[in-house]
């Protein structure tokens, strides 16, 4: 075999790596990059371009040298054509669709010759993880992975089996410590994908599931306002009903005043018993100067919040949440923020229903703009909350409150349409699922996306979710329906929330307003 000095590409000498089976001459893989180089291939689904890659050629051609063929796809046969030099082969490679003429040994070629085409493999896990390889194969398939995104994770699960033997460690054993350790194993010996907790991330799913792989220890408090954290975000999910989301913002806000306003940080408690109401004026006004009107608000919120919690808790003496200053809301200034009819029809339009994603997006679009529910709210719907007999939907809103509504003919027919041909068949009970692997429940702002997405399809500038709230109670509010009414289906706790789309009955306003001084004049 020739050397080849180019690039300093010059490790020809070296013997062949223990596991590769098959004999392939390093001329061919260095006349296979020339091809791809000249073919001017696009960068494939690890971003890298030919210019990145020929940046570190001499090393980059040598991995794929080292590469056993266990850590690839088996080959299948597509078709062949004999040449003077042995075989002429097409292969067809994710970076690049380029036609490369490799000379394969008589043990490399397929039966009467061909060319050849990487195909999804069935990987063999051996070791310690052998026992569950089954198993999670028909997991994946279950929540409707392709099968090539398959086949990547089953390699990925060979390859912790294998880590887990040449360390002597069982399933067990596997922490998150050892699992970032693995990553960093991955990415050390030139892995360039499947090398962050995401990508592992079903595989731990799937071995905790079954009780083999211990869970991520709890973080443990250090210190004592993070205790107090601790126990002000159980409060607020007990007794408060709120959800993750909203627990986390409170207790974003609770942590920025403790870290300013806490007479005694380091001692249980926090010294808490000596807080003052001028020092809770003095935190907001400081936060008053860097955020909006509604983002002052929020913080108010929480804070009035946390002081009810210490009053309860025996932190404070007295209840301090009067003392909380409220932002001026500027809940009566302007109108609603509604679309207009003609740009929910066009939101509604843009989806293809033609295929399962549009007739799902579909029917978060009707339900949005019909129900005015909130994204929270469409993204928590199940299969049980419909009952079609009686022509209504459960809706479960802000503080786990449960109500029930009429079911629209139109939000109906549109639900029924992605249940039949659209709705992936599995276990979750969730309505709405994605429509990509894993066939899981959409969070809420995934709801949001859908919203933003058929803006863009619209060619309306991206507006969120809760616009078609305001949209469905401006259209209810139009059509004549009373305030009281319009309350009622956007489940408002008072009235005054509902007050606000008083505004866009014009003609009922110019019936009261009067005139203006010196207009008949």
Known sequence: ??????????????????????????????????????????????????????????????????????????????????????????????????????????????????????????????????????????????????????????????????????????????????????????????????????????????????????????????????????EFAAYLATERGLCPATIAAYRHRAGLFLSTCAPEPAVEGCGLERLEPRQISAFLLAECAQRSVGSTKNVATALRVLMRFLFLEGYTAASLAGTVPRAIPWRDSGRSRALEPGQVSRLLASCDRRNPAGRRDFAILTTLARLGLRASEVASLKLDDLDWRAGEITVCGKGGRKDRLPLPADVGAAITSYCRRGRPRNEHRALFLQVQAPYGPLASHAVTCVVQAACRRAGMDPVGAHRLRHSAATAMRRAGAPLVEVGQVLRHGLLASSALYAKEDLPALASIAREWPGARS
Not at 5 to 31: C, Y
Not at 47 to 60: H, L, M
Not at 118 to 129: F, N, Y
Not at 200 to 218: C, D, H, N, S, T
């Open 1 to 230: 075999m020739n050397v080849i000095n180019r690039k300093g590409w010059n490790r020809m000498s070296e013997p062949m790596p223990e596991g590769k089976s098959h004999v392939i001459p390093r001329q061919v893989v260095w006349e296979a990059w020339l091809k791809v180089k000249e073919n001017g291939g696009a960068a494939g689904v690890d971003g890298v371009t030919i210019g990145q890659f020929e940046e570190g050629v001499k090393d980059n051609l040598y991995k794929l040298w080292l590469c056993r063929v266990e850590d690839y796809a088996e080959w299948a046969v597509l078709g062949a054509s004999p040449s003077s030099s042995g075989v002429q082969a097409r292969w067809w490679t994710r970076h690049n669709q380029a036609t490369l003429r490799d000379a394969y040994s008589s043990e490399q070629r397929a039966p009467g010759g061909g060319s050849i085409m990487k195909r999804p493999d069935r990987p063999q896990v051996t070791g310690a993880l052998a026992p569950y390889a089954e198993g999670f194969r028909e997991e994946l398939s279950r929540q409707g992975y392709s099968p090539w995104t398959a086949s990547e994770h089953m390699y990925l699960m060979s390859g912790l089996s294998r880590w887990l033997d040449g360390r002597d460690l069982s399933p067990a054993q596997l922490s998150s410590a050892r699992i970032e350790e693995f990553l960093i194993h991955r990415r050390s010996c030139g892995q360039a994908r499947w090398i962050t907790p995401r990508a592992i991330a079903p595989l731990l799913g799937y071995l905790r599931g079954l009780g083999v792989v211990p869970a991520p220890a709890a973080a443990v408090p250090a210190s004592p306002a993070e205790r107090l954290l601790a």
